[in-house]
Nanobody, 113 residues
């Protein structure tokens, strides 16, 4: 089982990035999946999640209206589209599947001018 997160990078404030969480060794579409992030010196926090049952989504207040989570079951991938990025969005972003829980490795997002 592997969750491969990718798509991070350096972007200017106001820019966009799309993160991908691609699974191998399991069918990601039958699990709820979430994105977390950890800023330097801070605890890991939940950013967004998507249900496996009805596709319902959750967003932290800090990203609501700017981030969109989605899944492509044909590609066995969950995405996080991040728009209007702010410096405070900087951190390592991790994807996680639930029940049983499994973390992917992180991808670094840096928002800076």
């Amino acid at each position: 089982v592997q969750l491969q997160a990718s798509g991070g990078g350096l972007v200017q404030p106001g820019g966009s990035l799309r993160l991908s969480c691609e699974a191998s060794g399991l069918t990601l579409g039958v699990y709820a999946v979430a994105w977390f992030r950890q800023a330097p010196g801070k605890e890991r926090e939940g950013v967004s999640a998507i249900s496996d049952v009805d596709g319902s989504t959750y967003y932290a207040d800090s990203v609501k209206g700017r981030f969109t989570i989605s899944r492509d079951n044909a590609r066995n991938t969950v995405y996080l589209q991040m728009n209007r990025l702010k410096p405070e969005d900087t951190g390592v972003y991790y994807c996680k599947k639930f029940n049983p829980d499994y973390w992917g490795q992180g991808t670094l997002v840096t928002v800076s001018s």
